[in-house]
């Protein structure tokens, strides 16, 4: 089946350091990738939806200037996570859809991110 | 705006026992709907589709809309479905289909 990595699992930074964090589609090409945030005992909530080769769409309330995604190619993005403080710790989950709005999304491992 | 409602956070029920995990939506549009369920310490995945309406490891989901429910249910519950089950809702926005989840419902099923 279709495999989601994400790199890396866990880390911890100082407080303004910036983060990056990458997902790969590693057997299949994902026109789209999602980035999900979740906080612990609560559900996955949609950070953005990242096609390749185009600007990434933000959901209502989340900073572009300080979650920048990147989709650069169909088996690769990145989230940076910039100038990060202590509230930014979090689950962050992405995932990848080959293409049309019925097929199956497949969910990377997560990353934890514990900033000091 | 599109809503997935699970009004329950914990379900326990013993191993044989029937189960019924409750989901509820609010979409304008025509719903694209999914279980996806996350094993303990194991990543998200896809359970089940409507569209496929298909059974998987027994589990079954029916969309109503008249009722706008997609409830997740499964007959004699094991114990090795233990586990936290998102209900989610896919709808068109800004040209893409982006997805909305539920909160989640942790089953846990006793011997």
């Known amino acids: 089946g279709a495999v989601v990595s994400q790199h890396p699992s866990w880390v911890i930074c100082k407080s303004g350091t910036s983060v990056k964090i990458e997902c790969r589609s590693l057997d299949f090409q994902a026109t789209t990738m999602f980035w999900y945030r979740q906080f612990p005992k609560q559900s996955l909530m949609l950070m953005a939806t990242s096609n390749e080769g185009s600007k990434a769409t933000y959901e209502q309330g989340v900073e572009k200037d300080k979650f920048l995604i990147n989709h650069a190619s169909l088996t690769l993005s990145t989230l940076t996570v910039t100038s990060a403080h202590p509230e930014d710790s979090s689950f962050y989950i992405c995932?990848?859809?080959?293409?049309?709005?019925?097929?199956?999304?497949?969910f990377g491992p997560g990353t934890r991110l514990t900033v000091l | 705006a599109q809503r997935v409602t699970q009004p329950e956070k914990l379900l326990s029920v013993f191993k044989g026992a029937p189960v019924e995990l409750k989901c509820n939506y609010s979409?304008?549009?025509?719903?694209?709907l999914f279980w996806y369920v996350q094993y303990s310490r194991q990543r998200l995945q896809l359970l089940l589709r409507?569209?496929s309406r298909e059974s998987i490891k027994g589990f079954t989901a029916d969309l109503n809309k008249g009722e706008t429910s997609f409830h997740l249910k499964k007959p004699f519950a094991q114990e090795e479905d233990s586990a936290m089950y998102y209900c989610?809702?896919?709808?068109?926005?800004?040209?893409?289909?982006?997805?909305?989840f539920g909160r989640g419902t942790s089953l846990i099923v006793h011997p």
């Open positions: 979409y304008s549009g025509s719903p694209e």
């Open positions: 995932s990848a859809r080959a293409g049309l709005v019925f097929d199956t999304q497949y």
């Open positions: 409507h569209i």
């Open positions: 989610a809702l896919s709808h068109a926005s800004g040209g893409s289909y982006i997805p909305t």
